[in-house]
């Protein structure tokens, strides 16, 4: 059985890379840090009384699930409500200018401090990208093996699929990146 030290330390070891791979996934960081608190706390209430060898298969089990339920309720929103005026205060002609808030919403986000200017930062943003890029199951193979640091078998069973799968995916996603990496001039 975990300690509570154990149950804390296991956490704290990975809240950053559960927050980056979720950032990957969700594309918000409001979100993810939601999705990666729920998982956090979700282990903490559910599974706390588990020995420490099992803790970090059964998190990225919940990390993954949490995630799905996620899109889950996207896609539920977003079908409820289409209409995003219903949202949105109108302008100052009272009319519900979608363009004007998508430009506002994006020139916020894209703010990037001078210090972060650094050409090895550059090339890892565009890595970040491309992998942003990648279809989703690629993704997650590709981030619970060469992030996470998963092996085969453990990522198979984090994403409910066959080793031979989670092969396949990984192969796909580092064959996109390399091609798209190349085509930017990025050599690794």
Not at 66 to 84: I, V, Y
């Amino acid at each position: 059985m975990a300690t509570e030290q154990e149950l804390s330390d296991f956490l704290k070891s990975v809240e950053k890379r559960a927050f980056k791979r979720s950032v990957y996934h969700v594309r918000n960081e409001e979100s993810a840090l939601d999705i990666v608190q729920d998982s956090m706390m979700k282990l903490a209430e559910s599974y706390g009384d588990k020995p420490a060898a099992e803790l970090p298969m059964l998190f990225q089990r919940i990390l993954a699930n949490c995630t799905l339920d996620w899109f889950r309720r996207q896609k539920t929103r977003n079908a409820l409500f289409s209409n995003l005026s219903d949202f949105e205060s109108p302008g100052e002609d009272g009319e519900f200018d979608l363009l004007e808030n998508l430009s506002a919403a994006g020139n916020s986000e894209q703010t990037e401090s001078a210090q972060s200017a650094t050409e090895r930062a550059q090339i890892f943003r565009e890595i970040e990208i491309e992998i942003q890029e990648l279809p989703g199951r690629q993704r997650e193979a590709f981030l619970m093996r060469y992030w996470e640091e998963l092996d085969v078998a453990e990522t198979a069973e984090a994403m409910g699929c066959s080793e031979g799968s989670v092969k396949t995916h990984c192969s796909r996603a580092i064959q996109a990146l390399g091609k798209a990496l190349k085509a930017k001039g990025i050599t690794l």
